[in-house]
């Protein structure tokens, strides 16, 4: 339909704008928070997009585009040393700065000053565009209000479980949120791709349907919030679930005609494990939507 095409466009037009100010601006401020402003997007959502529709994430896209600027300066510019270069990238020393450009271009920046080659250039900086189009089954739906018991894990994503393991025994202790007739949520707080490890938060949730009773498990009670969101299920591990996130964001956001909502993305778990083998897990990827 022409709407969609037409959403599609101004998709495509608004992540056109954020690759200019990043070339425009590499010396200045290229945070996702930035860069979620300058594209008019949710910053929960932002990072994801960028990948979904660039194919690399922002700080790899930045880096390479600071590399290449480096490489005409080293070209251009006789006075201009690597330690200059180096630091005109960002880069917090030479070698560092030497090991990027080495792994980027196949050669050291004195030896591409001496004999620069483009060609090079042309064949590792592209901008890897999936072209396969997934068929997914996206449907849109209004997600009720939903009173939660949450306990936050902080620090690496590899250590979840940990988090994991004393949720459950809260669970089990407490009776407020029994497995088997309670659904399980998980909040993602952070990007895992674009967090440092101990930066990254995750809040592990299981319905509530009373007032949380006070516990030593560090729990606490939320509330995942009604909406419109569009929801599509995950087969598999729970490792592998950026695998179905990133198309949703690739191939069919730009042409729903449908904007992120200003809320993290959230799973419903409808497996449990070891019950069931993770391999064969189901999970339900919600992405919160504005209002019709």
């Known amino acids: 339909m022409p709407v969609h095409a037409d959403a599609a466009q101004a998709y495509i037009k608004r992540f056109e704008a954020v690759l200019s100010f990043i070339e425009a601006n590499l010396d200045g401020d290229l945070s996702l928070e930035t860069l979620s402003r300058v594209a008019n997007f949710s910053k929960f959502h932002f990072h994801r997009q960028f990948v979904a529709h660039v194919g690399m994430p922002v700080a790899r896209y930045v880096q390479l585009l600071r590399l290449r600027h480096a490489a005409h300066r080293l070209a251009s510019n006789a006075s201009c040393t690597v330690l200059d270069a180096a630091f005109e990238a960002r880069f917090d020393s030479p070698e560092s700065f030497s090991r990027a450009f080495k792994r980027a271009f196949g050669t050291t920046p004195s030896s591409f000053r001496h004999r ?130 990133y198309p949703i964001y690739r191939d069919w956001l730009p042409g729903s005609g449908e904007e992120l909502r200003d809320h993290p993305l959230f799973f419903h778990y409808l497996s449990v494990f070891p019950a069931t083998p993770q391999a064969a897990w189901q999970t339900d990827i919600y992405i919160p939507l504005r209002d019709a």
């Not at 560090?218 to 599509?232: D, F, N």
């Open 116 to 245: 620069p080659s483009w060609q090079i250039w042309s064949a590792t900086f592209v901008v890897p565009y999936l072209a396969r189009k997934l068929t997914m089954n996206v449907q849109i739906v209004d997600f009720p209000e939903t009173r939660v018991a949450a306990l936050e894990h902080c620090g690496a994503p590899g250590r979840v479980n940990e988090s994991i393991e004393k949720f459950v025994a809260w669970r089990k202790h407490s009776g407020q949120s029994p497995v088997a007739t309670s659904r399980s949520f998980g909040i993602p707080r952070t990007n895992p791709d674009t967090t440092p490890e101990a930066a990254f938060r995750f809040d592990i949730c299981g319905e509530l349907r009373e007032a949380l009773a006070p516990n030593g498990y560090g729990v606490r009670e939320l509330v995942i919030p009604a909406g419109r969101c569009a929801v599509l299920r995950h087969q598999g591990s729970p490792d592998y679930i950026g695998e179905t996130i």
